[in-house]
């Protein structure tokens, strides 16, 4: 498998752990997130292959497109893990306009125009992984954040679709809660040790990447364990 693995929302727990695997399977990692500190910090986790760094705003078409032609740089990507993505758990009679527009940019916009860049380049045997929630196919939830994740799994299955007879396969993960510092500080004890490690997520994500994963794609994934 040549190319680059293209990682938003590197800058995340779950992303830092995604772009932690690649590396160390000796896979070169492009990693996009808002620039800054956070973002520069991932080359630390070139444990094997090299991980490049670009800031961007990925809820912005023509910033998403800029950031393509520097990913261009590296090389022809051989696959998108698309993690870039928000939350806000406002009910609905405390949902605003501006809430559920901020919800819908992150999680669903961010994922559209990167996976657009990426099917312009991927050829036969690319892999798409997008980011669901359990939240977005059944449940109680946030209004906004459900809502938009429910789009981004439609999206995956629509493309998928799309995408088949080039031999690009597109599926999406449907975590519950994972073991993040941030959600370690609202967790009870007892969710704290259900709730699923980023790294374990990875290493779904890098299987979903991999060429043993041919036959699967538009599927919803369950990542949530007991949690």
């Not at 929302?9 to 996009?32: D, I, K, M, Y």
């Not at 497109?65 to 520097?70: F, H, I, P, V, Y």
């Not at 009679?93 to 990167?114: K, R």
């Not at 004890?189 to 374990?200: K, S």
Request: include cysteine.
């Amino acid at each position: 498998m040549a190319g680059s693995v293209v990682v938003t929302g590197a800058a995340g727990a779950l992303g830092r752990a995604v772009v932690a695997e690649f590396s160390q399977r000796g896979e070169p990692v492009v990693a996009l997130d808002i620039a800054g500190d956070a973002l520069d910090s991932v080359t630390d986790l070139a444990t094997g292959a090299p991980v490049h760094p670009i800031g961007a705003d990925l809820a912005d078409r023509d910033a998403v497109a800029a950031a393509w032609q520097r990913v261009d740089e590296f090389g022809s990507p051989r696959a998108l893990v698309a993690l870039a993505g928000g939350f806000a758990g406002a009910k609905l009679a405390d949902l605003d306009e501006a809430g559920f527009e901020e919800m819908m940019q992150s999680n669903f916009s961010s994922t559209l125009w990167c996976c657009q860049a990426a099917a312009q380049r991927l050829t036969a045997g690319g892999s798409i992984v997008t980011m669901g929630a359990r939240t977005a196919v059944a449940g109680s939830g946030p209004v906004a954040h459900a809502t938009s994740k429910a789009a981004v799994v439609r999206l995956t299955e629509v493309l998928a679709e799309e995408l088949k007879r080039s031999g690009i396969r597109v599926n999406t993960l449907l975590p519950s809660v994972i073991d993040t510092p941030a959600n370690r500080t609202w967790m009870s004890e007892d969710l704290a040790e259900r709730a699923v490690p980023p790294e374990a997520i990875a290493r779904v994500i890098a299987f979903l990447c991999s060429d043993d994963a041919w036959l699967i794609s538009g599927a919803r994934i369950p990542v949530y364990g007991n949690a």
